[in-house]
């Protein structure tokens, strides 16, 4: 097979996430795939650490309402239904491995800009979105407004 | 610009080129875009070390007179000028960096089987196609025979 069946693009919901969405569109409508869009949300906890004396939970769900509505955002744009929104809480390249893997997915894209956009690819090599994938990963590279 | 106008494929010559070269042309057609392909030869002195005094440059030559027979093989069958065919002598992220500036590709392809694969994309970051790459990088899974 040389066209794919099912594209995921993860995003991170900047304002870079319209570039990549236009490139995911093009190639999934030449390939006739189903396409998905995915925001991985990582946990506070790993991000800040566990010693500052906060309830979070609030925080963790005001992220995740801003997150969805976002999401819901670009998914109207470009015409992706609810049910192919995913938005999932944990390290993002594990979680767009599992997904890609539940929901047969033979591509995933994400967006590459400098390092941060990187380490979603490169991470540690034994986090990278590339390593341990099962289909194919395509980096955009995007301009940074 | 949401579609490519010029995909670099960059191969090893294995016999995983082909299902690359499969995905490569279907992706550059859906875009119409140009498709060249790459291989680059590492330099013996890198991969072996300088201290076994021998003469290496006739080895060299065998080397690259043999990958261009092969490449030209995958030109043939897949429908790639000779001008569109290219080796180079370096290191392969480099190489395939250089030339995609050169020849203004917009996405360059590589294939990516466990280890080996990854090291093109991953190497040391400062290495990787990924990492300084200023356009697309597709990884695209191969199965290994």
Redesign the interface.
């Known amino acids: 097979m040389?066209?794919y069946t099912h594209v995921i693009v993860g995003l991170d919901l900047s304002s870079e996430s319209k570039q990549i969405m236009?490139?995911a569109?093009?190639?999934a409508e030449?390939?006739n795939a189903k396409l998905s869009v995915a925001h991985i949300i990582e946990p506070l906890l790993f991000t800040y650490g566990g010693d500052i004396p906060m309830d979070i939970s609030s925080i963790q769900d005001q992220i995740h309402t801003q997150a969805k509505i976002d999401l819901q955002k670009i998914g109207d744009e470009f015409g992706i239904e609810q049910e192919n929104q995913h938005i999932s809480i944990g390290q993002p390249a594990t979680e767009l491995h599992e997904l890609a893997a539940k929901e047969k997915a033979d591509l995933i894209i994400v967006g590459?800009h400098g390092r941060h956009g990187?380490s979603l690819?490169?991470g540690s090599?034994s986090n990278?979105v590339?390593?341990g994938?099962?289909?194919?990963?395509?980096?955009?590279?995007v301009n940074q407004g």
Chains 1, 2 share one sequence.
Do not use: Q
């Open positions: 040389s066209s236009e490139k569109k093009f190639l030449s390939s590459s990187l690819i490169l090599t990278s590339l390593h994938s099962h289909c194919d990963v395509l980096a955009v590279r």
